[in-house]
């Protein structure tokens, strides 16, 4: 379970990304979490990894403070939580198992990282995920040599070799044609019902939330205007997530 | 350059239809006279003369001439040093490869991000850019005496700079989107580094280091000329004594050796890219 | 355990013996170079010179670092860029035709090859030969660095023109020919204006490595900052050597700061 409690985060700068969130989320939700670009969405999904700080409240996963963890502590509970990229941040010029194995490092005797040497048990889990998102064939390919949305399958291979019971994924279908959106949600879909795990999406396609979410968290100027599950949404509350009225 | 564009006005054209287009006058006449200025001032410091040139060309034709044709039997003698030098711009162009390599990440602000350990390390690595490699192994052989090891520190010293500078400004323009997804499974700093950052410039890393041995090669042979060791020793010594055909006979064996070296080594590199 | 996982693994590219003979190699070439190492002997005294060469830098002789006679450190950083300026000069008018006629797009295949051979040879000759060489025929001095350095910059100033010509968009030739110009025309409209830039950037960038060049001259007696360099090293005169140094680093530095600027200007304007 993860809760938060009236987190904000403000940037340097002074920009505030997130205003006083409260939320919680429960095991094997499916959620989509709406609002324009610049509004805190991306925000949000990176607290929950830590790869952005909060600078107010608590946030907790699983009954445990996230926001004060430091090194061992903070890599140890990043194994549990994976994250994808819309740009799907994979090593261009190695092969896509090898890519897919990177989520091992972690766990893996230095020396072997430094040889970039992996065990059989290790490949063989690597080829399970890419068999769980139909990218069997493609195992020893050099990946600069995928299209996007194979890339971005291939990226979601590495995140479920990780084994995480926690699912981010940072606008993942948005430099994806139609089609090939449809596609990776598909894979999202079924993860989420075969293996449990929570999903949580960053989408700024209104129609691909509402089809494939059961609850949506709408954002607007890093605070929460909206979450309930699709049926509760209406065109009045979209209106409000996407205004452009900067008045508050 | 405001002043100049004061001095001389910008002409304006008023098209049929009224409209102005202007024009900056051209900056032609200043570059041109600064250069005609740069080039009086050259001639006079270096007592540069055409005179002398064209009188006295003869001198080195002749000097070319008695190197013809070249000694082959020398030969003998020149293989062991000719050696000597490949394996001191070898050695040096490795370990300065070897050694570039942190110091290229610590200078790279996308992986290091302490701004002064980035600055720090590339101002040793431009500091020591700059001495020029004969002015090292110069002082290299005071330091370390005569002998081919001086020349195999000059050697190191350029390689390690030159591969450094090349690489962390390398390391500067790749997508850090993998380092920082491994970040997000949990590995830490250095393991992600490893796994993500490393496989991207490896091919980079080592082609530069290939290309820096290629002009060590040739840089090499003029080290002995201070006492560095290699073939520049003989080639200073036979100079001297005037016994032009061997002279011939060394630089026949350095052309050879370096074009070798640069075939293999930009078929490895073609092959790297 | 899947035996479709099991299949695909079994055509993983076995790269292991790859690895393994390139490390061989590897070793074989440095245990084979390790004689280089030889003939160190790091005395005491060697120590002793490293430690008063630092010294000289931090406490340089202010009175050769700043003066202004023909033995300061100004005027032969001034005599040391009068040399590469010149000798990039007198390189590039002997580079330009030499070019012309090794670019495959202008001359034929075999002429190509003899010229290309012979920039290779000249390229192949140690600077400090021709400098012994020049020196018996303009007597020692900036002079002979000038030549110096005006062969040595053949080599390289000819391989990147070349390239340059090699990359001549022929089109705009073309839609010269189709307005009816004449040969002159065409290569002041055409092929000037195309080649100008690139040409000048490259002349910035060899007068930089030819100011380095430049400054070891003096060991052959071919003037620049090189030879009082020797001399002070010679007597031992720690102060005057970290005075010439420290000038050596000012000049190399600045003159590489501000080409890289007129490069980046001439080229992206």
Same mark, same amino acid.
């Given at each position: 379970m993860i809760k938060f409690e009236h987190v904000s985060k403000t940037y340097p700068n002074g920009v505030k990304g997130l205003q006083d969130i409260n939320l919680e989320i429960q095991d094997g939700e499916f959620i989509g979490i709406i609002g324009m670009s610049g509004a805190g969405k991306s925000t949000f999904i990176r607290t929950i990894n830590r790869l952005n700080n909060i600078t107010e409240g608590s946030l907790m996963v699983d009954g445990v403070e996230i926001?004060?963890?430091?090194?061992?502590?903070?890599?140890?509970?990043?194994? #549990?939580?994976?994250?994808?990229?819309? $740009? =799907?941040?994979?090593?261009?010029?190695?092969?896509? +198992?090898?890519?897919?194995? @990177?989520?091992?490092?972690p766990d893996m005797p230095f020396w072997r990282v430094l040889l970039g040497?992996?065990? #059989?048990?290790?490949?063989?889990?690597? %080829?399970?995920?890419?068999?769980?998102?139909s990218m069997l064939d493609k195992a020893f390919v050099r990946t600069d040599q995928l299209s996007g949305g194979q890339q971005q399958r291939v990226s979601l291979a590495r995140t479920l070799t990780q084994n995480p019971s926690v699912l981010l994924a940072d606008e993942p279908v948005a430099a994806l044609d139609p089609v090939t959106a449809h596609e990776v949600?598909?894979?999202?879909?079924?993860?989420?019902?075969? %293996?449990?795990?929570?999903?949580?999406?960053?989408?700024?396609?209104?129609?691909?939330?509402?089809?494939?979410?059961?609850?949506?968290?709408?954002?607007?100027?890093?605070?929460?205007? =909206?979450d309930g599950p699709v049926s509760g949404m209406t065109q009045e509350i979209l209106d409000v997530i996407y205004s452009k009225d900067e008045a508050e | 350059?405001?002043? =100049?564009?004061?001095?001389?006005?910008?002409?304006? =054209?008023?098209?049929?239809?009224?409209? &102005?287009?202007?024009?900056?006058? &051209?900056?032609?006449?200043?570059?041109?006279?600064?250069?005609?200025?740069?080039?009086? +001032?050259?001639?006079?410091?270096?007592?540069?003369?055409?005179?002398? %040139?064209? &009188?006295n060309f003869a001198g080195f034709w002749k000097i070319f001439g008695s190197m013809f044709p070249p000694k082959l039997s020398y030969f003998m003698q020149v293989w062991r040093p000719l050696l000597m030098t490949i394996q001191m @711009?070898?050695?040096?162009?490795?370990f300065g490869a070897v050694v570039a390599l942190p110091f290229a990440i610590l200078a790279a602000n996308n992986v290091t991000s302490n701004r002064v350990v980035n600055l720090v390390v590339r101002f040793i690595l431009t500091v020591v850019r700059t001495i020029p490699t004969l002015v090292s192994a110069l002082i290299a052989t005071y330091i370390f005496g005569l002998g081919t090891f001086a020349g195999t520190v000059a050697i190191f010293l350029f390689s390690f700079s030159f591969v450094g500078k090349q690489l962390f400004e390398y390391i500067e323009t790749v997508d850090m989107g993998a380092y920082e997804a491994l970040i997000a499974t949990g590995a830490s700093p250095a393991r992600s580094f490893i796994t993500t950052i490393l496989p991207q410039i490896l091919p980079t890393y080592l082609s530069t280091s290939l290309f820096a041995f290629e002009g060590n090669v040739r840089y090499a042979a003029i080290l002995g000329y201070v006492g560095a060791g290699g073939i520049g020793m003989i080639l200073n010594e036979k100079i001297g004594w005037r016994e032009f055909q061997s002279v011939g006979m060394i630089l026949l064996s350095i052309f050879v050796a370096v074009v070798i070296i640069e075939t293999t080594s930009q078929k490895l590199r073609k092959h790297l890219s | 355990m899947n035996k479709k996982l099991e299949s695909v693994l079994s055509k993983e590219p076995r790269r292991g013996l790859q690895y393994a003979v390139t490390i061989i190699i590897l070793l074989i070439l440095l245990l084979s170079a390790s004689p280089a190492l030889g003939g160190a002997q790091m005395t005491t005294k060697g120590?002793?010179? *490293?430690?008063?060469?630092?010294?000289?830098?931090?406490?340089?002789?202010? $009175?050769?670092?700043?003066?202004?006679?023909?033995?300061?450190?100004?005027?032969?950083?001034?005599? &040391?860029?009068?040399i590469a300026f010149l000798g990039t000069?007198? *390189?590039?008018?002997?580079?330009v035709p030499l070019s012309f006629i090794s670019a495959t797009n202008i001359v034929p295949k075999p002429v190509v090859l003899v010229t290309r051979f012979i920039i290779m040879a000249i390229r192949t000759i140690p600077s400090l030969v021709y400098g012994l060489m020049f020196i018996r025929v303009t007597g020692p001095g900036p002079f002979a660095g000038v030549m110096t350095l005006a062969i040595v910059s053949i080599g390289m100033i000819s391989k990147l023109f070349i390239e340059t010509i090699e990359d001549l968009d022929s089109g705009i030739l073309e839609s010269l020919d189709a307005f009816g110009s004449t040969l002159f025309q065409k290569i002041r409209y055409g092929v000037l204006p195309q080649l100008g830039p690139d040409f000048i950037s490259i002349l910035v960038y060899r007068f930089d490595m030819n100011l380095r060049e430049a400054t070891i001259l003096g060991l052959v007696g071919a003037g620049g900052i090189g030879a009082p360099m020797i001399f002070a090293l010679s007597a031992y005169h720690w102060h005057q050597v970290g005075a010439i140094l420290i000038g050596l680093f000012v000049l190399v530095f600045v003159v590489e700061i501000l080409s890289d600027k007129l490069r980046h200007k001439i080229l992206h304007g």
């Open positions: 926001s004060t963890l430091k090194g061992q502590a903070l890599r140890q509970y990043r194994r #549990k939580v994976g994250m994808i990229f819309q $740009s =799907y941040n994979l090593v261009p010029r190695i092969s896509v +198992i090898k890519n897919v194995m @990177s989520s091992l490092v040497l992996f065990s #059989k048990e290790e490949k063989i889990s690597a %080829l399970e995920a890419l068999d769980r998102v949600m598909d894979d999202f879909k079924r993860i989420n019902e075969e %293996l449990g795990q929570t999903v949580l999406i960053n989408i700024h396609h209104v129609d691909l939330a509402l089809e494939y979410s059961k609850r949506i968290i709408g954002i607007r100027a890093g605070k929460v205007v =909206y | 350059m405001g002043w =100049y564009d004061k001095l001389f006005e910008a002409e304006s =054209y008023t098209l049929g239809n009224g409209k &102005t287009v202007s024009q900056k006058f &051209t900056r032609l006449p200043l570059i041109l006279f600064l250069f005609i200025i740069g080039i009086a +001032i050259s001639v006079w410091v270096t007592g540069f003369s055409l005179v002398t %040139l064209f &009188t @711009s070898f050695l040096g162009s490795f | 120590f002793d010179i *490293g430690k008063n060469i630092l010294t000289g830098i931090f406490t340089p002789d202010t $009175s050769l670092l700043f003066g202004l006679g023909d033995s300061g450190v100004m005027y032969l950083i001034l005599q &040391t860029i009068a000069l007198v *390189g590039a008018i002997i580079a």
